[in-house]
């Protein structure tokens, strides 16, 4: 049976019902379900007013045109043998732009396929593979690679690895997996395969643009933009693990103003507590937090505090939580969900908005109110103890089902308390993140990554194809986070080219675990998490210190540049860090190109990946490009060798623009 409405499709079919409805413009979101109605999900598509689209019926088929993208659904074959219905898409022109399977990809293989789980199902949906079809976005894995064509990844949340299950194809179309279950994309050589764990209903959203640049932006519009970044965000960020008093704090805050050097935000890592889940200072080694955040922002520096989602069984707030159900429950076992360092900890349950409220409450009371307003949310996976996630139950269903959600809604909560005081720019760093975690201001970090020149490739990947996914607001721990020895002349190399990179990243900050630590204990002589060595700038050498505070002033001399990306990223969801295809997809030789990036629509920069690296080759589309720290001018169309002397990263301005940096830079 086919049944039409404004901008929708109904087709009802051999116990399955599919819905086709326009879901902004030039695309389509595909809803079906066996033996049951359709739900409205809001887990990140926004609300959509319907467009007006053009629908044709006929023998075993119907059609669906909005803008540039059809939608033709038909059955496979008739009477009692009728099969699901299968829908293939099509571009304005009438090219096939992405299908389910059919007959010739294998004997009788359904494109949807439901199989019982309870009340639930386990849903696989299987779809055409084209010869020569590049892929990008999907988020941040740590693949070392853009082109995601012949991977398997895992769609689930860890350390290091955020699921957002968005792909921007060669061929011309966006493809969103609209489903926060844990589960699998397999992007093969012989079809595409998506799998959710456990579910309710099949939904996905497709996109048909004429450039990936195109699609990106209509998949940020369809799920939320970022708010406007704030000025404090535009700058450097120092950050260490971890300031462990209020003393040290300052100290830093002041070698740096003393320096002369500018620092936009400084912050306070975990474990300033007495116990996680009291969401507060403790009052032996943070005795005034107004008093020091005030000092910080009379110095122009924004203080931040990291947050954590575990709430220890010893928390002054766990048995009114545990009483409340504001808590990840576990289905069997010990109610346990991590141990850290000497706690047994529950998760929050972040999809819970009365949980949400909760901890709202005490950060306004215990944070804001002295005098903090920018968060460091962390443990934003969750990172169980062991990742057997039918045995963690959520709000809104178990974490096999829903637990993708996990890090937006995290984001939200300090979005949503931030909004309701008033508050309108607004970012919160974030270990992870899920489609629409951009319109909570989220700024996503790279996780806990190694101190090694591999892990430093494996970064600018991430952070291209996260930024392809729709989160334009990205970051990385510069040097890494563990093993970095700040006495070591390896990882002085390490840190510098690192450094140098994250001068053209969205956000750069300065972050790690840095060796020889130290431990401290309380007043109660109990042992506390030790403290990671010196990492300022100045804590490497004076040869070390006179680099890194070069490229700390050459970010603030591109402040106004910056500023300029996130307000389009504001307006139109682009992100600041994107490979080369975003902006020259005509060029074949770019779609390829993984080590090079343009920073913005101006910037191309080449970071150093090697260690002991003299030079660099790298590709330079056609136009003029202009090499930013010696002025020489290069006719694009070809590549070129340029020196990598320590003080330099390879960087080259298009057509000319910001010319003025160069006798600027120059003088630093």
């Not at 540039?68 to 008739?78: Q, Y």
């Not at 194809?169 to 093969?188: D, K, L, T, V």
């Not at 729709?470 to 080219?497: C, E, K, M, S, Y």
């Amino acid at each position: 049976m086919v049944k039409t409405e404004p901008g929708k499709l109904i087709w009802k079919t051999n116990g399955e019902t599919v819905v086709i409805e326009s879901w902004g413009e030039n695309a389509l979101r595909v809803r079906a379900v066996m033996q049951g109605e359709i739900t409205e999900t809001g887990y990140a598509l926004l609300p959509q007013e319907p467009l007006p689209c053009r629908t044709e019926t006929g023998d075993g088929f119907a059609k669906i045109t909005n803008g540039k993208l059809t939608a033709r659904i038909e059955l496979a074959s008739s009477g009692w043998r009728k099969d699901h219905g299968r829908i293939t898409f099509f571009d304005e022109l009438g090219k096939p732009l992405l299908g389910d399977v059919d007959e010739s990809d294998g004997p009788s293989h359904h494109p949807r396929v439901f199989r019982p789980l309870g009340a639930d199902a386990r849903l696989t949906c299987s779809f055409k593979a084209y010869p020569g079809e590049k892929l990008y976005g999907m988020g941040q894995y740590q693949l070392g690679r853009l082109n995601l064509k012949g991977c398997v990844l895992e769609l689930a949340q860890k350390n290091t690895q955020a699921s957002v299950p968005f792909v921007v194809s060669s061929r011309g179309y966006g493809f969103f997996w609209h489903n926060p279950a844990i589960g699998q994309a397999i992007f093969g050589e012989n079809r595409t395969v998506w799998t959710a764990e456990s579910c309710r209903q099949c939904d996905y959203w497709v996109v048909a643009g004429d450039t990936p640049a195109e699609i990106q932006q209509a998949f940020a519009k369809a799920t939320g933009l970022p708010p406007m970044m704030p000025e404090y965000g535009l700058g450097f960020w120092q950050s260490k693990a971890r300031y462990w008093t209020q003393e040290q704090v300052l100290e830093v805050a002041r070698g740096y103003k003393e320096r002369g050097l500018p620092l936009d935000v400084l912050i306070i890592d975990f474990f300033h507590w007495p116990r996680m889940g009291d969401f507060r200072f403790d009052p032996e080694f943070f005795p005034d937090p107004k008093g020091m955040a005030d000092e910080l922002r009379a110095l122009g520096i924004e203080p931040m505090v990291s947050v954590w989602t575990p709430i220890d069984y010893r928390s002054e707030n766990f048995e009114e939580m545990m009483d409340q159900n504001l808590l990840v429950h576990v289905e069997q076992g010990m109610e346990i969900t991590l141990r850290f360092f000497d706690g047994e900890t529950l998760y929050l349950d972040t999809t819970n908005p009365d949980a949400r409220r909760y901890v709202w409450d005490k950060l306004r009371k215990n944070y804001v109110e002295n005098g903090i307003r920018a968060f460091w949310l962390d443990e934003a996976e969750p990172g169980y103890m062991k990742y057997d996630y039918a045995n963690y139950r959520l709000h809104l269903g178990s974490s096999l089902q829903v637990g993708n959600l996990y890090p937006q809604a995290y984001a939200r909560m300090i979005c949503e308390g931030r909004q309701a005081d008033g508050e309108e720019e607004i970012v919160s760093l974030v270990r992870c993140a899920w489609a629409g975690s951009q319109r909570y201001g989220a700024l996503v970090w790279s996780g806990d990554i190694a101190s090694t020149w591999e892990s430093f490739r494996r970064q600018l990947c991430a952070g291209l194809s996260i930024g392809m996914a729709g989160i334009p607001w990205w970051t990385t721990d510069i040097g890494g986070f563990f093993g970095g020895d700040v006495r070591d002349p390896a990882f002085h190399q390490l840190l510098l080219r690192w450094f140098q990179w994250g001068a053209f990243c969205p956000v750069m900050r300065l972050h790690g675990a840095r060796l020889p630590q130290t431990d401290h204990t309380n007043a109660r002589g109990e042992l506390i998490l030790d403290e990671g060595a010196p990492n300022e700038i100045w804590s490497f050498g004076s040869e070390m210190e006179r680099l890194l505070a070069r490229f700390i002033r050459i970010r603030e001399l591109m402040r106004p540049y910056v500023r300029s990306l996130m307000q389009a990223a504001h307006e139109t969801g682009e992100p600041l860090l994107r490979p080369m295809l975003y902006d020259f997809p005509e060029d074949d030789a770019v779609w390829d190109l993984w080590d090079q990036y343009l920073f913005g629509p101006d910037l191309l920069v080449a970071p150093v990946l090697e260690p002991d690296a003299a030079s660099r080759t790298l590709y330079l589309p056609k136009g003029r490009w202009t090499h930013l720290f010696s002025g020489m001018t290069f006719e694009g169309g070809c590549r070129v060798v340029v020196p990598t002397p320590p003080e330099e990263i390879p960087v080259f301005l298009r057509d000319g623009r910001h010319a003025e940096w160069i006798e600027a830079i120059r003088s630093l």
